[in-house]
Each structure stands twice: as structure tokens, then as C-alpha cells.
């Protein structure tokens, strides 16, 4: 699904945010990228996601050339992936069914499609009965809850998820953590950027390990392994 080929990326600061990476993530893993703040997790999501292009290397998605995507292209691309970050970016003054029905807005689905599908995933989530709660009555786990809604409403093949775990407590990050396996089962490709490194130990799925820019480790089955006892 997506690959690397000798990717850098260099900031016009003079920054090397990640230096030469060769990377594979296939249909249906669900891989931890871990490391010390700075070591690159961010800009490979936002690589993955088009923010940001390499200073050199190419980038596949699907087999084609994402880097070679213009204007509807990248726009598709984006279509196929779900977001989700850790201060929730959600739109204040909508409530959570309007914050998960704006992501289909903008992609032109129909009025009645959108009343079908956005209680479905909010339900999915465990948000049935919070459809019509704005961001401020909702708890930082509801909050986040429905970034995931907002982010598989789209029936993404990819979601891309960056310390989603952040401003939560350990109780909430774990019933996440279980959301997201279950979306992973359904065959949704699930790549996770994370200081949280018991959930990452417990869950021993695939960890890429990154420092200084660099691939240090790609383990199926893997622990975080940074400085923890």
C-alpha cells in the first residue's frame, strides 16, 4: 500500500527530518512508528498525506507514484485516508454527527447518504447517544472518539493516526487502542505515530523505530524500546 524509496526530508531551516528511508506498509498492517520527539514519525505521516513533499526519494500509494498526483489526484488520495491527531481539530461550534457529516460535505456525498452513515460510525464508536453534543460537552475520549468516527466515515484504506493518545488518560487510551483493532479486523490499514509506550509493549503489533531520521528497527510483534524499565 504505501512505500518508501530512499526518502529524505530536508526543511528550509536546514533541518533532516527523516534521511534515506526505505519503508513497506502493506494492506492490513497495523504498525506503531516510535522514537524520541524530532526523530521523523510526524513527517512521515505528513509525507503519506501530501502535507509535505521529500526533499528526494519517491513515495508509492496503491502501486502509483504519489508524488507524480496533481490537483483531484492528491484530493483522491486524501479521500482514501483518515487523520486523526492528538488536540482533536474538531470544529467547535458543530455538534459531533455535524463534525462527522462536514468530512462527507466536503467530498460532495449526498444529504440522505450522510444521514444514513454518520450514525452508523458514531455508533461504531460508542457515540449513539452523543450525536448532538458539541466538542465542549464531550470528554477528551468522546472528543477523540469522534476524530476516529470522523476519520473511517469515509471508509478509508488507510488511517494515519499521530499520538492520538496524547491528552488521554490510560483507561481511555486503551478502549481507543481496542477501537482502532477493530477497525484494523474490518481490513483497514492502521499506521500509529506514539510516545506511549506501554500500549505499544502490550499490544505487540509492528514497530518501526525511528532516530535521528533514520530506520533503527522494523519488528513484527515489537516493544517501544526506548529507555523504558
Known sequence: MIQFYNVTKLYPNGVKAINDISLRIKQGDFAFLVGPSGAGKSTIAKLVFREEKPTAGQIFFNGRNALRFRGREVVAMRRRIGM??????????KTAFENVAFALEVTGV???EIRKRV???LKQVGLEKKVDCFPEQLSGGEQQRVCVARAIVK???????DEPTGNLDPETSRELMELF???NQSGTTIVIATHAWDIVNEMKKRV???ENGRIVRDEEQGSYG???S
Do not use: C, K, M, T
Not at 471508509?155 to 493516526?161: D, K, M, R, S
Open 84 to 93: 486523526i491527531f492528538q488536540d482533536f481539530r474538531l470544529l467547535p461550534r
Open 110 to 112: 449526498s444529504g440522505w
Open 119 to 121: 450514525p452508523e460510525v
Open 155 to 161: 471508509n478509508p484504506v488507510l488511517i494515519l493516526a
Open 181 to 183: 483493532v477493530q477497525i
Open 208 to 210: 518501526i523505530a525511528l
Open 226 to 228: 526506548y529507555g523504558v
